[in-house]
T-cell receptor
Framework: ETGVTQTPRHLVMGMTNKKSLKCEQH?????MYWYKQSAKKPLELMFV???????ENNSVPSRFSPECPNSSHLFLHLHTLQPEDSALYLC?????????????FGPGTRLTVT | GENVEQHPSTLSVQEGDSAVIKCTYS??????FPWYKQELGKGPQLIID?????GEKKDQRIAVTLNKTAKHFSLHITETQPEDSAVYFC????????????FGKGTHLIIQP
């Protein structure tokens, strides 16, 4: 276990549904990240939060809406998704942004959009 | 922004042999280069990393080399074992910035018994 948990592990949703992904880290870190992992593509950074403040939005469509209520929790709210949004969504945390060091990844949420 | 290229996409080696995976990066300001291993159903896990002020780092059967001039870095696994079978990702992070990591596309390493 890396100290980063994600729920749910699997999610199937229709294009008109609204759902949320949850990430929690038990490492005392101050930075949290959302990545998207699609088949045959590199992991893509989506959002970065440092001390609860969003520091990066990597040109992600507005149908993905992140929320970071505190340094231990990170959410990704999903609405009106497209089939091409089907992927593994990974959460990660690190001590803080800008300090080179290990990012710890959760196991991911496998999302299928039908 | 940073661009990371990784080769090969698939690598099959006999158990006990060595495996080498290579990556190149584009931004000379990058100063941190981690390698992650991802097993089926799990998130990536850091196995070794190197910073730009070091040319080589070793941890038991795993080593990483960095050539800043050529902007490439490599992962070396010696005496490969079946449990080394996984997908390996290289990544780079630009120094001083607030960014997350930029990843390569991954290498599927297969250890043949």
């Amino acid at each position: 276990e890396t100290g980063v948990t994600q729920t749910p592990r699997h999610l199937v949703m229709g294009m008109t549904n609204k759902k949320s992904l949850k990430c929690e880290q038990h490492l005392g870190h101050n930075a949290m990240y959302w990545y998207k992992q699609s088949a045959k593509k590199p992991l893509e950074l989506m959002f970065v939060y440092n001390f609860k403040e969003q520091t990066e939005n990597n040109s992600v469509p507005s149908r993905f809406s992140p929320e970071c209520p505190n340094s231990s929790h990170l959410f990704l709210h999903l609405h009106t998704l497209q089939p091409e949004d089907s992927a593994l969504y990974l959460c990660a945390s690190s001590q803080e942004v800008g300090a080179a060091g290990e990012q710890y990844f959760g196991p991911g949420t496998r999302l299928t959009v039908t | 922004g940073e661009n990371v290229e990784q080769h090969p996409s698939t690598l099959s080696v006999q158990e006990g042999d060595s495996a080498v995976i290579k990556c190149t990066y584009s931004d000379s300001a990058s100063n941190y280069f981690p390698w992650y291993k991802q097993e089926l159903g799990k998130g990536p896990q850091l196995i070794i990393d190197i910073r730009s002020n070091v040319g080589e780092k070793k941890d038991q059967r795993i080593a990483v080399t960095l050539n800043k001039t050529a902007k490439h870095f490599s992962l070396h696994i010696t005496e490969t074992q079946p449990e080394d079978s996984a997908v390996y990702f290289c990544a780079a992070r630009v120094g001083g910035g607030a960014d997350g990591l930029t990843f390569g596309k991954g290498t599927h390493l297969i250890i043949q018994p």
